[in-house]
DNA sequence: AAAATATATTTAGTATACGAAATATATCTA
DNA sequence: TAGATATATTTCGTATACTAAATATATTTT
């Protein structure tokens, strides 16, 4: 394989690898009328509770502003709401509504432990290769990043 | 480390990863005054020739879509062009220009040849891994996508 | 306290990304 | 050969994703 197969393998299959995870959210979530991205941040909010916009970020990995656009569709299903806080004014919290525990919570649970239940499959020596190879491309990658700043 | 956790880590490192090969890329491209996708697509077609819109869906892992909107803006820039085949008018063939290979060709092959040193930093062994790893969780993602038909 | 600086979020503009529908052309079938 | 079916690409609508700029509020400095 040449180096640029090489490059443009890897580049595929992380994408690929990342089409297959959004595709099994994609389906779990449909039948609530939800994207990946949106039950992503659901759960995160029906796990932990209330959670600032930077902090959903940096949980999810994603910017600012693509959350607050996340943010906004799920506001216009009735799922979340913003609260602003009291003690910063500049803080918004993000919170699940009372309509979406008593109306979709339900549902949402079993979706949301048919996907959970992918990732158990895995063995834990699975699970530990797949981390260790990611963190291999990650500190390359890092580490290249670096040197460019020089 | 929960089972929600484990999930979600895992996205967000796949997408950590892809975002730093995604800077790198977009780093070196960004003085031609292209995108890194844009920067993909030409080196695709100036290392193998004109390719169908389909083959470089293929090779790129993405969509007809998506690659008509990328050729839509090379194109635009001028680096590229659309030539409908005489044997199956059906077929759409990209090529870079010749306008490309005169003023931006030379230029291009630094740029590339800077990105394709940042994997060849890795050693064999870790190439290994991270491509066991990888291939490990395509493993899990595609098995289930099966189940979930029946 | 007014000005400067810092922090948190949203808005605006651009580029992907997808699927479904539309278009164009090819091929097969009755 | 006309109609049905298949294939290739583009267009359209929606959802992400990013950065930079705008907005709002906090905090520090002078």
Do not use: C, W
């Not at 990342?18 to 039948?31: C, T, Y």
């Not at 959903?56 to 994603?62: A, E, K, N, T, V």
């Amino acid at each position: 394989m040449s180096e640029i197969d090489k490059g443009i393998s890897i580049v595929r299959l992380l994408k690929e690898v990342l089409q297959f995870i959004h595709k099994n959210a994609e389906n779990g979530f449909k039948e609530m009328g939800i994207t990946a991205s949106q039950g992503m941040l659901m759960k995160i909010l029906s796990h932990t509770g209330p959670k600032k916009v930077s902090e959903l970020s940096d949980i999810m990995g994603i910017s600012n502003s693509t959350v607050s656009g996340i943010i906004d569709r799920l506001e216009k299903r009735g799922f979340v709401e913003r609260k602003r806080s009291n003690e910063d004014r500049r803080v918004v919290y993000v919170d699940v509504t009372s309509e979406f525990k008593n109306d979709a919570k339900k549902n949402f649970k079993q979706v949301e432990k048919k996907i959970d239940s992918i990732v158990n499959q895995a063995t834990k020596e699975e699970i530990d290769k797949v981390f260790e190879g990611l963190n291999i491309l990650k500190d390359i990658m890092s580490k290249q990043n670096q040197d460019m700043d020089n």
